[in-house]
């Protein structure tokens, strides 16, 4: 199978060591290894638009920063393309290989597909709500929800001493949606949280109890889930399967998280990886998790039902 994965533009507001790998086995982009998995048998390009990178990652797989998707020219021809996300720069590609099966995945907001093509084979939803709409809105396309693993390569078991009760792992976000707001007012100062990610001077200053890492490369974010004790995830509804929930898992950290997240909830929180919690009751069932953190087991869940390996052969029986 040739495989296509489209991206979106490549990132100019970020530390370029967040977003360029050199090695695979260091690459801690989920899409990445997931296209890298997919394309193990044949032959795989990952194309990002702008930038003017090529990374051989290894036999038959490519990454690609192409300038502009209209105009670029290759010698490739994809079986299948996956547009991650509505794009309209996509269109180009998508309208030349007429023969190329096609999926696209957007989260959050994005799980319908708005640009002008229309002509998927399949669309990947992350909740059953989702699933509902796409399926009324692409009455003729297959809609199936979606697999998202880690990169599991990087995000992966490590020994560590229970530093902490608990690890937040979200950037800050100005309009709130990733949950600052909600948990640190909250968060009781008899129990200790490491904030992993960009949060501001003013919350740092604010709540001295809690441990802020700042920005710290993700390849180190594991060593931190290795010692705490339980996760929390505590997004709004406009996130969509936020990707600290598989990398926890990954992490064999058992997860808290926040009714009002979006997510396919039997799939990913089971009583082997965690709780689900209202906001009114997320401190009570906080506590009580961190007592009973050694009786989850939400690696072992991860590789059975989550893992790049299962998704990618779910992916592929879609496909075929």
Known sequence: MKLLFLRGRVPVD????????????????????????????????????????????RDNFIE???????????????????????????DAVLQKYKRAFKIYYGAGKRFI?????RNYNLILVDTPQQLKRARSAFSTVRCELFIKSAADNVFCPQQGDKKYDVIFSSNEHKSGIKGHNFILPAFPSDL???????????????????????WIPRYKIPKLYAQAKVAIVCCTNV????????????????????????????????????????????????????KDYENFSPYNYYRRHLSLRVASDYLKELIE
């Open 113 to 117: 597909p708005k640009g002008k093509f």
């Open 239 to 290: 996130d969509s399967c936020p990707r600290v929930i598989p990398e926890a898992l990954a992490c064999n950290c058992p997860l808290l998280v926040l009714d009002t997240v979006n997510l396919w909830r039997e799939k990913y929180i089971t009583p082997a990886t965690g709780r689900v919690a209202s906001a009114a009751d997320f401190i009570n069932e906080l506590r009580v998790m961190v």
């Open 64 to 90: 690609k920063w192409v300038p502009d998707y209209q105009s670029h020219k290759t010698e490739f021809v994809p079986d299948v393309v996956f547009a991650r996300g509505g794009f309209p720069q996509y």
């Open 192 to 214: 200790k949280m490491v904030q992993v990610g960009i949060c501001s001077s003013k919350l740092r200053q604010q709540y001295k109890h809690i441990y802020f890492t700042e």
């Open 14 to 57: 970020r530390d370029p060591r967040q977003i360029m790998f050199s090695n695979l086995t260091k690459c801690d982009d989920t899409w990445t290894q997931l296209a890298s998995h997919l394309s193990q048998d044949g032959y795989g390009e990952v194309w990002y638009w702008g930038g003017k990178r090529k990374v051989q990652y």
